[in-house]
């Protein structure tokens, strides 16, 4: 056999589209998907963290409260303490909110860049699309399906249910409370009756429940509009 005859072994043919051929790209993708792994991770400490210290100052005010209405016999001062206490409490109650929505929303951006890794993922190695359980596009009916309330096949109902499940959720309902608490009590220090205290309460308690829901709700319909979609789901490319 000569040296003409000798047949030279073919390049390996790289998988996927040109621009993730470059060996470095797997390492540089990997590196960013732990990275949002990461970030999501301290969403979800920073989730149970700041809920748990904010039962806490709840519960021990109230355990305050009530050694206070004990020593002092619920005098004419008590209704005042007790404002001041719950006006704490619901500014960090309302505080706490803030921040965990503020969270969920940077939750909300490392699972849209996850999907996008797990596009190019897939790109790479077409093959292995059925074994990727979750989703690969970005748009934000895919991110929520993370969360098994995307897809626009669950209702209003179901979606508002699994809305108060959440800590957001949780503590909204929790600063309600408060606020209707701190309302009839503001009646009461200034001489109102237990009536006018418990429609007090319940109407400020209501009142504050919606106007936090439609800012929950405003705060992600923003995040929406301008949400930058780079790999819309495959039946709506084209």
Known sequence: MTDGDQSQPEPAVPLGPPHLADPRALQILSTEHW??????????????????????????????????????????????????????????????????VAASMEEFRALQAMGRVRRAYLEMVPTLAPYISTSTSDDAASVLDNYAVGGGETSGLLNLAHGLTTMPGMLS????????????????????????????GIGSGILLMLLMMWWGVRTFSSADRFLEVRFPPVQDEG
Do not use: H
């Open 173 to 200: 309902v929790l600063n309600a409370a408060v606020a209707g608490a701190l309302a009839g009590a503001i009646v009461v220090a200034f001489g109102g009756d237990s009536r006018l205290a418990l429609i007090a």
């Open 35 to 100: 990275s949002l792994l990461t970030a999501r991770s301290l969403a979800y400490n920073e989730f149970f963290q700041r809920g748990g210290m904010f039962l806490t100052l709840l519960s021990a005010s109230l355990v305050a409260l009530g050694f206070v209405y004990q020593g002092s016999g619920g005098g004419p001062d008590f209704p005042v303490i007790v404002v001041a206490v719950l006006a704490l409490d619901l500014f960090v109650g309302l505080a706490t909110l803030g921040r965990l």
